[in-house]
C-alpha cells in the first residue's frame, strides 16, 4: 500500500448557514479534526522521526513539527451541480452543502495543509490530511476578505471544473489556486468577481473535462 495512504487510514481509524464558522458553531467537526490531527502526530512521531518525507501529506520539514500542529479555522465544503450550471445563472443559489468539512493545520502560524472531515457511521472523523497550497491559499483570501467570524464566506468547489472559489458576502467571488488554474485566470489577487463573470468559463471547464472521461 502506498504510504501516504497508509498513513491516512492509521490516522483515520485510530452556508446557507454560517459557512466559515465562528468557534461556538464548529462543533462536532471540529472536535473530530482536532483528535484527528492528534492521533496523526502521535503515529507519525512513533513510526519516523526525523525529516519529513518527501510526499509527506503536509507542508513540514521534521516530523517533530507535528507537537507544535494545531487546528484553526474550518469551514463546510459546497459544491454546484454541472448540470444545474449549464441551465441556471445563479452560482449563490446552486451552491449545496457536500457533508464535508475542511479545517487549516498550522505550525506556529504558518498554514501547512488541511484536515479534512466527514462524516463516518454517523460519527465525524478526519479522513485525510493534505492540501497544502489550498491551505495557504484559503488562509490568506479569509483573512482579506472574511469578517471577525468569518461568516461571510463560504467555500465552492466545482468539483467537474477542478476550480475552487471563496464566496464574500454571497455575491463576489474570489477565485482560489485551482481556479485560476483550470479557467486559465490571471493571477486574480485581492480581485473579486462577479458570479455572472464565471458562468461561461466554468460551464466550458465543466463540459472539456465531462467530454474528456466519456
Given at each position: 500500500?502506498?504510504?501516504?495512504?497508509?498513513?491516512?487510514?492509521?490516522?483515520?481509524?485510530?452556508?446557507?448557514?454560517?459557512?466559515?464558522?465562528?468557534?461556538?458553531?464548529?462543533?462536532?467537526?471540529?472536535?473530530?479534526?482536532?483528535?484527528?490531527?492528534?492521533?496523526?502526530?502521535?503515529?507519525?512521531?512513533?513510526?519516523?522521526?526525523?525529516?519529513?518525507?518527501?510526499d509527506?501529506?503536509?507542508d513540514?520539514?521534521?516530523?517533530?513539527?507535528?507537537k507544535?500542529?494545531?487546528?484553526?479555522n474550518?469551514?463546510?465544503?459546497?459544491?454546484?451541480?454541472?448540470?444545474?450550471?449549464?441551465?441556471?445563472?445563479?452560482?449563490?443559489?446552486?451552491?449545496?452543502?457536500?457533508?464535508?468539512?475542511?479545517?487549516?493545520?498550522?505550525?506556529?502560524?504558518?498554514p501547512?495543509?488541511?484536515?479534512?472531515?466527514?462524516?463516518?457511521?454517523?460519527?465525524?472523523?478526519?479522513v485525510?490530511?493534505?492540501?497544502?497550497?489550498?491551505?495557504?491559499?484559503?488562509?490568506?483570501?479569509?483573512a482579506?476578505?472574511?469578517?471577525?467570524?468569518?461568516?461571510?464566506?463560504?467555500?465552492?468547489?466545482?468539483?467537474?471544473?477542478r476550480?475552487?472559489?471563496?464566496?464574500?458576502?454571497?455575491?463576489?467571488?474570489?477565485?482560489?489556486?485551482?481556479?485560476?488554474?483550470?479557467?486559465?485566470?490571471?493571477?486574480?489577487?485581492?480581485?473579486?468577481?462577479?458570479?455572472?463573470?464565471?458562468?461561461?468559463?466554468?460551464?466550458?471547464?465543466?463540459?472539456?473535462?465531462?467530454?474528456?472521461?466519456?
Amino acid at each position: 500500500m502506498h504510504t501516504h495512504r497508509l498513513w491516512l487510514r492509521i490516522a483515520c481509524a485510530a452556508m446557507m448557514a454560517a459557512p466559515f464558522l465562528a468557534k461556538a458553531d464548529n462543533g462536532a467537526p471540529l472536535q473530530a479534526a482536532k483528535r484527528g490531527l492528534a492521533q496523526f502526530a502521535e503515529h507519525q512521531q512513533a513510526l519516523r522521526p526525523g525529516s519529513a518525507p518527501v510526499d509527506f501529506p503536509l507542508d513540514i520539514t521534521d516530523v517533530s513539527d507535528l507537537k507544535q500542529a494545531t487546528v484553526s479555522n474550518g469551514f463546510q465544503v459546497y459544491t454546484i451541480d454541472p448540470q444545474e450550471l449549464q441551465v441556471r445563472g445563479d452560482l449563490p443559489a446552486m451552491a449545496k452543502p457536500t457533508g464535508e468539512w475542511r479545517f487549516v493545520v498550522s505550525v506556529r502560524g504558518k498554514p501547512v495543509g488541511l484536515a479534512t472531515v466527514q462524516k463516518v457511521n454517523g460519527r465525524y472523523e478526519t479522513v485525510a490530511f493534505g492540501g497544502a497550497v489550498l491551505a495557504k491559499d484559503v488562509d490568506a483570501a479569509m483573512a482579506h476578505h472574511g469578517n471577525s467570524a468569518r461568516s461571510n464566506l463560504r467555500f465552492i468547489r466545482v468539483y467537474q471544473a477542478r476550480s475552487d472559489f471563496l464566496e464574500v458576502n454571497r455575491a463576489k467571488f474570489a477565485p482560489l489556486h485551482s481556479a485560476r488554474e483550470s479557467l486559465l485566470m490571471k493571477k486574480a489577487g485581492d480581485q473579486l468577481l462577479d458570479g455572472a463573470d464565471l458562468l461561461t468559463p466554468l460551464r466550458a471547464a465543466v463540459k472539456a473535462n465531462i467530454e474528456a472521461f466519456r
